[in-house]
């Protein structure tokens, strides 16, 4: 099995790009990523994306994405595990050129979710749950967030201010991100006066949809010498019952300390190494969850690391260092690769003021349904 | 890389199956792969399936499969190129088995259309097609392939009738297939009175849609020593513009040539060599224009392949041996799989009457949209 290198990277802002259609934005991150590799063309495209079949009448993706790109003849295909499509994605095309099936790839990450009615939006984001004991009782996702973080709040006796710190970091990072969907300070104040969503989820413990294009360039590390490299050094993926209530235990994410367990196990690091962790907070519960699965907490101490300032970026584990989910944005099934995008951008030493000092080796985590699938990558600087 | 095995095949009757879910389906045939691999378990699941977001409400589906057939914690994977999303999921498979990162995944084709309105299935397989510029003009699915078949009758002066061995061959065959969905032996003359449908393209024309799953069971080969064995010999994939009029040449389809070739390259044959012939008789139409570009025949020609015999299973390329997507069914993005299952069949000797001699090379092609995205695999039976 041939090691990855990643040469190249690109991202559209995230927005709502009423002007553009998904084409339009597949184009523009295929063409940046392209020149920031310093390539023509590729001989694959996987696009991770999660909603063109209920939101764009686009089921068919990945060839026409790959023609309109100027990537006529490539291996084209779409990947789909809802909001950890991006990286399903990455890891298909990562096993591709891992395989020595092809030389070179591009991981597409994309999702146009604006233009629609949010009643829509709502109800394709539900398609992520499961259709027949979930979404059949009338849950939504957020409500589904939402009944995790009130069990975990009751289970060891933190209130709800104490999550602010997650957002309040997050936004403060995106501030430095010119991708990111909302340049907006906030404060614990804010936080907790910002509109109710589903209790005890509020407007500034939720991400914000989008639409965005984010894109990868994935070659065989031995072709490129002389001078540093990134690569995928751990790569691993895991599933949880799909239905929240399945689990014996709803408060610890399985999946997420499988695959991290595997991805540190590939890499040969242990969670004292990562220099940075990009999470995925799609609800400031999960940033705990996460943490707390990853190792980097005791159970039911995620929210710890917030209060105690260890997920700044000059702290012990720096997270969502442009904005995370919750300000930079989430256009679902791209987010992995934004998440990617990232990191690469931290071991380039690229991220002005929300720069992790040295950032050596790096990590991101994304999770399709309430932890349903999750897939950890670890990148290092070498 | 590692060269891959098929350790064992399962798969559902396609049918309107009203009693079942798509989880039940799914369950049947990977229990089925299971004892038919001697296995209880597998480290990843690639369930190829195109409609489960539109027509069930369902898009995190993999997860949900994993949990339910026993595969619990699997990686689990959806893959979608519309309706050969089956065979890229091979292809996904093949390549995390390939690589070394898994050592051993099961290949799911999945999907369940019959509970829907027919207008909900047309327009959900209209999403293959370019949404802003074939379906946004009204043209459906079947329609683009009436335009062809138009088209090439007109270029090469071939009439209808000429047409009606590919249909009277795969229903035949199909008589001795139990998992087919139609078991109703046609006739030239019942070809020709059949129910207009989009001139030229009759009823018995196109193949039906159905709800039917299907599973393969791969392992690294190295692992299967004495007896015979059924390897991946070739695989490729290639893509072309999505919309049909971007091509500068409907009436050839460069990507099954292109992904065709590779496959013979990899797997050291000419066409001459093959077998047997699983190919995308989505419409008669495509069954000329596949054995044309897989180099059976001259440009112009496939229909004489038919008119001659060649296409019976003891003739010179048999095709549609099992009653192909015309009389098994074509459950769209399981037939991918269906495909293989059915060339697996073929080398195991299984086939009964409609058995090709001794075959010991089987090709399988699957077409995802009017000839986007054509996926090519070649087995061996070693």
Known sequence: MRQVAILGIGQTKIDEHWDKSIRDL????????????????????????????????QNNL????ADFAG??????????????????????????VASGELDSAIV???????????????????????????????VSFVGLNALLMRRYMHEYGWKHADFAPFSVNAHANALHNPFARLHQKITVEDFEKSAMIATPINLLDASPIGDGAAALYLVPAETLRGGTRIVIAGSAAATDTLAVHDRSDALFLTAAYK?????????????????VFELHDAFTIMSALSLEACGFAERGQGVRLG??????????????????????????????????????QQLRGACGPSQVPDARIGMAQNIGGSGATIITHILKRE
Chains 1, 2 share one sequence.
């Open 62 to 65: 990945a060839p026409l994405l």
């Open 108 to 138: 597409l990450g994309i999702e146009k979710m604006a233009d629609r009615h949010p009643h829509e939006v709502t109800a394709g984001l539900a398609t992520a749950a499961d259709a027949d004991f979930e979404v059949e009782m009338g």
């Open 26 to 57: 597949a184009v523009q991150a295929i063409r940046t990523v392209l020149q920031d590799a310093g390539r023509e063309s590729a001989e694959g495209l996987f696009a991770g994306n999660m909603m063109a079949g209920i939101l764009d009448e």
């Open 71 to 96: 990537l006529k003849g490539a291996e084209a295909v779409k990947v789909d595990t809802a909001c950890a499509s991006g990286s399903a994605a990455l890891r298909a095309a990562l096993m591709a």
């Open 307 to 344: 209060l105690e300032g260890d997920i700044l970026p000059g702290g012990r584990i720096p997270i969502t260092t442009r904005g995370g989910l919750k300000a930079r944005g989430h256009p679902v099934g791209a987010t992995g690769v934004y998440q990617i995008v990232e990191v690469v």
């Open 259 to 275: 695959s991290a367990q595997e991805a540190y196990r590939q890499a040969g690091v242990s969670p004292q190494e990562i220099d």
